[in-house]
């Protein structure tokens, strides 16, 4: 029988198996990179087309930077699916659980996911097994939740028959193939078996990887305020943007020359913020307290900028009732075809409500229209996302027959357009 104590070695020497339960943007690129590692990882989702897809070795979502390695280990079958928890988890030493962890309509706490995940891992025999949290979680969810669900319904003690270690994920959507190799890895655990297993499987990714050992509380709490450290800067920029457009100015250069050479000045660009961690998990960390002022402030911020779009261009253009308005852009970041909590999504709400005759196009997102129907006679056009397929697109917009065209982002210059009226966020 295998041990607890031998996962270490196992390991090591490249027998050790893996099973990382959510196969999305999440799990599947660290099972690309686990595999890649010398380590057998089975991806197990209850997304049939998901897990179908991924055993004939083609991504189930966009990211080029990663279809040819994953073809590669599936060829050498190094990675397979599996919609079947409880074969997987039999097989397996290690079971890593990345599901989802979202928030409702009315952002209240979303652990079914969660709680599914946990009632099948007490299905099989967890003696002798690690399990590892990497799914964002509100503080306290190991101790308080997970770990008595796990002690009580199968009789184990933590640390002598099975571990159990948080290891959130602080991966930026779309860069897993090159941060899953360079960030340190934050381990929460409460006995050293635990996490000693953890450092282990990470350290196989990249030998010299750094590894922050914490209790299981701190790294729940560490991976919320790294992602809501990004949204209230992320606010303070577009309120900067806010200021700029009040005083006639143009936020963008002002923020380029406020950091230009200026170590201590690192304001990032403003535009649309949110997508599915930097909009929800303000929350997660608010869970059972008074909402912290600058959080609720920040959201409030953040989620008015796309009505702040509408208003704007309403001036100029008058009521949106049978205009066709042309978005450039569906996804929550560049680079990507995720679109949960976008605020691109928020903001066609928003003009579609005005009664605006909205196209959307994007190069990523399926079930969007083509550029050239995007682009055939708009009344005006918003390039909400920043793909760098967009950047090239300003002498075709200026010939669209466009009144307005509104930069979100900055992509483009007013010299670039003569015969469409130039706007942009963060300048009046």
Not at 7 to 30: D, H, K, Y
Not at 239 to 257: L, N
Not at 309 to 321: K, R
Not at 420 to 426: E, L, P, R
Request: proline content about 5%; glycine content about 8%; overall charge neutral.
């Amino acid at each position: 029988m295998k041990m607890l104590s031998e996962i270490p070695a196992r390991i090591r020497n490249g027998t050790a198996v893996v099973s990382v339960i959510g196969a999305g943007r999440v799990g599947l690129p660290l099972c690309i990179v686990l595999a890649r590692s010398g380590i057998r990882v089975i991806a197990v989702d209850v997304d049939e087309q998901r897990t179908a897809s991924i055993a004939e070795g083609k991504m189930p979502f966009y990211y080029p930077a990663m279809a040819g390695w994953l073809d590669l280990i599936v060829r050498n079958k190094m990675l397979t699916a599996s919609t079947s928890t409880s074969d997987s988890f039999k097989q397996s030493d290690i079971i890593i659980v990345t599901v989802g962890t979202p928030t409702g309509n009315q952002y209240q706490l979303d652990y079914s996911q969660l709680y599914s995940a946990i009632r099948e891992l007490l299905l099989v025999d967890l003696r002798h097994k690690a399990i590892l949290l990497r799914s964002t979680s509100v503080p306290g969810t190991m101790k308080s939740i997970v770990l008595p669900m796990l002690t009580k319904e199968t009789g184990l003690q933590l640390g002598r028959d099975f571990a159990l270690a948080v290891c959130p994920e602080r991966i930026l959507e779309g860069q897993a193939h090159r941060e899953l190799y360079e960030l340190p890895e934050i381990v929460g655990a409460e006995d050293d078996a635990s996490a000693e297993i953890a450092a282990e499987l990470f350290r196989k990714i990249n030998p010299t990887k750094k590894i922050l050992v914490t209790t299981p509380t701190g790294a729940e709490l560490a991976k919320l305020f790294t992602n809501v450290f990004r949204y209230v800067n992320f606010a303070l920029a577009n309120e900067f943007a806010i200021w700029a457009e009040k005083y006639g100015e143009d936020a963008h250069e002002i923020v380029r020359i406020a950091n230009e050479g200026y170590g201590r000045a690192k304001i990032p660009k403003p535009g649309l913020a949110g997508g599915p961690c930097l909009g929800k998990d303000g929350f997660l960390l608010d869970n059972g307290t008074t909402f912290s002022s600058i959080v609720s402030t920040a959201w409030k911020l953040n989620e008015a900028v796309p009505q702040h779009i509408v208003q704007s261009l309403s001036g100029p253009l008058g009521p949106l009732y049978k205009l066709k308005i042309s978005v450039l852009g569906l996804a929550f970041k560049a680079g990507s075809d995720d679109i949960r909590l976008s605020p691109s999504a928020k903001l066609v709400d928003i003009l579609r409500a005005y009664g605006a005759e909205v196209v959307i196009h994007d190069p990523h997102v399926k079930g969007t229209q083509t550029l050239g129907a995007a682009l055939a006679r708009p009344d005006a056009v918003i390039l909400a996302t920043n793909h760098p397929e967009f950047e090239c697109l300003a002498p075709t917009i200026d010939e669209s027959g466009a009144r307005i065209i509104y930069d979100v982002w900055g992509m483009f210059r007013q010299s670039d357009f003569k015969k469409t009226t130039y706007m942009k966020f963060g300048k009046a």
